[in-house]
């Protein structure tokens, strides 16, 4: 019960810090960072914890703790093209952390960071010179290439997990029909041993029937030959 309670605090305090994570905040905002803090405190109870839930749910609330902390490490840069690097390998959370988002939140706070952040960059390339505006302009170049490369990584690595999990499918389906095949061969099996059961008991009786008959008929045969034995030295005596 303690357990539950602490993961639904968990929760409440995970979707306040991304709405506060979303919003305009002035620099003497203090609460987002000591709410972060929180949450790792609580992240690490819920691993210590009884019951705690499933690695992929701790892992998802991990990921999304590490967005947070990521994001307010990269707000306190000073470069526009820091933060902006920063940003790019920031990974937001893959699931909404409440019934009602559509879209995670931690995602929508990351584009949001990136758009800040290609914004401070493009009003420092205005009062730059041409050749720093040049170099800036590389830059940006490069950060796109890194994200461009990022989402086809993630899209390769989805491709992945759709092809594991209809391989996956695929073979629970032949081992479903595997076990089917031999839950009825072993049935089949068990009527066959059955019917054997039955033929044995009735050929085993079909036998002692035979030998019973050949017996009789063996002993009426030897008692006829000693009866006509003994009549024929009655009718037909020694010769003297």
């Given at each position: 019960m303690a357990s539950f309670k602490l993961e639904i605090?968990?929760?409440?305090?995970?979707?306040?810090?991304?709405?506060?994570?979303?919003?305009?905040?002035?620099?003497?905002?203090?609460?987002?960072?000591k709410y972060v803090a929180a949450l790792v405190?609580?992240?690490?109870?819920?691993?210590?914890?009884?019951?705690?839930?499933?690695?992929?749910?701790?892992?998802?609330?991990?990921?999304?703790?590490?967005?947070?902390?990521?994001?307010?490490?990269?707000?306190?840069?000073?470069?526009?093209?820091?933060?902006?690097?920063?940003?790019?390998?920031?990974?937001?959370?893959?699931?909404?952390?409440?019934?009602n988002e559509r879209m995670p939140a931690t995602k929508t706070v990351h584009i949001q960071s990136k758009a800040r952040c290609t914004g401070?960059?493009?009003?420092?390339?205005?009062?730059?010179?041409?050749?720093?505006?040049?170099?800036?302009?590389?830059?940006?170049?490069?950060?796109q290439h890194h994200h461009?490369?990022?989402?086809?990584?993630?899209?390769?690595?989805?491709?992945?997990?759709?092809?594991?999990?209809?391989?996956?499918?695929?073979?629970?389906?032949i081992i479903k029909q595997d076990n089917q095949t031999l839950s009825q061969s072993m049935r089949q099996a068990d009527l066959n041993f059955e019917k054997l059961k039955t033929e044995s008991e009735r050929l085993e009786q079909h036998t002692k029937k035979s030998v019973n008959w050949l017996l009789w008929l063996m002993l009426i045969l030897v008692s006829f030959t000693f009866i006509s034995m003994i009549l024929f030295i009655r009718i037909f005596p020694r010769l003297r």
């Open positions: 605090n968990f929760i409440r305090l995970l979707s306040r810090c991304e709405t506060m994570a979303s919003e305009k905040r002035g620099e003497a905002e203090w609460r987002l960072e405190d609580m992240l690490v109870a819920l691993r210590k914890s009884p019951s705690k839930p499933t690695q992929e749910i701790l892992t998802e609330y991990t990921r999304k703790v590490d967005f947070l902390k990521g994001l307010l490490e990269a707000e306190k840069l000073t470069s526009p093209t820091e933060k902006a690097l920063a940003n790019q390998f920031l990974a937001p959370g893959r699931t909404p952390t409440i019934a401070e960059m493009r009003d420092e390339l205005l009062v730059l010179p041409l050749d720093e505006r040049q170099s800036a302009a590389e830059l940006d170049a490069v950060l461009n490369l990022q989402e086809k990584l993630a899209e390769d690595m989805l491709n992945l997990a759709r092809n594991l999990k209809n391989n996956t499918l695929a073979a629970q389906n």
